[in-house]
């Protein structure tokens, strides 16, 4: 069984391009997280969705970062415009319903933004 | 809002020795404590959890402990393998507010020297 996609695995930009990073949770899983993880900051929830609505955002950094989740099979995090600051390793995490304690971690995507 | 606190940053040890990684958190409202493990390149891997009814729980060579008056909790692998050398993380949730959101603690490396 495919566990969370991400992609893409590498990304890089320059300052003041739009980023899109993509999410396909787990098959059935019904909740998704966005993280972001920095040597600063560690590993901090940007956002999280339940049966595709947003739930709690209020670890998203500022107005430029915004995330989507048009279906049960995929999410969008969107950084407009990107910063040097945005540089991270972003991850998706999905779980199998809002009372399932465990997440699951995709890859991550990490993003350079020069 | 909640704070984990880990230590040691770095722990080496021999193989076949045990290691230990605390953790301490500051919201007694917190039921929820799970630990990932990261390899490079790869997301966080739930490898176990604790919840706050439970003292301890023990899944081979791993175990997980938990003092809800102390509000610490610890993790505990025995019979060290090359193969456990990765990042470690703690985390705590407070389920009952109905917020997913996982707060992580800084990480610790844990390097098993063969």
């Known amino acids: 069984d495919a566990g969370v996609i991400q992609s893409p695995r590498h990304e890089v930009t320059e300052m003041g391009q739009e980023v899109t990073l993509r999410c396909k949770p787990i098959?059935?899983?019904?909740?998704l997280f966005w993280y972001r993880q920095t040597m600063m900051r560690g590993l901090e929830l940007l956002i999280y969705?339940?049966?595709?609505?947003?739930?709690?955002d209020s670890g998203m950094p500022e107005d430029r970062f915004s995330a989507k989740m048009p279906n049960a099979s995929f999410s969008t995090l969107k950084i407009q415009p990107s910063e040097p600051r945005d540089s991270a390793v972003y991850f998706c995490?999905?779980?199998?319903?809002?009372?399932?304690?465990?997440?699951?971690f995709g890859p991550g995507t990490r993003l350079t933004v020069t | 809002g909640e704070n984990v606190e880990q230590h040691p940053s770095t722990l080496s040890v021999q193989e076949g020795d045990s290691a230990v990684i605390k953790c301490t958190y500051s919201?007694?409202?917190?039921?929820?404590f799970p630990w990932y493990k990261q390899e490079l390149g790869k997301g966080p891997q739930l490898i176990i959890d604790?919840?706050?009814?439970?003292g301890e729980k023990k899944d081979q060579r791993i175990a997980v402990t938990l003092n809800k008056t102390a509000k610490h909790f610890s993790l505990h692998i025995t019979e060290t393998q090359p193969e456990d050398s990765a990042v470690y993380f703690c985390?705590?949730?407070?389920?009952?507010?109905?917020?997913?959101?996982?707060?992580f603690g800084s990480g610790t490396r844990l390097q098993v020297q063969p």
């Open positions: 995490a999905s779980s199998l319903d809002f009372a399932t304690y465990e997440q699951y």
């Open positions: 098959s059935g899983h019904n909740s």
């Open positions: 969705f339940n049966n595709n609505v947003p739930i709690d």
């Open positions: 919201d007694s409202a917190s039921n929820y």
């Open positions: 604790i919840r706050s009814n439970v």
């Open positions: 985390a705590a949730s407070n389920w009952d507010t109905g917020r997913r959101a996982l707060t």
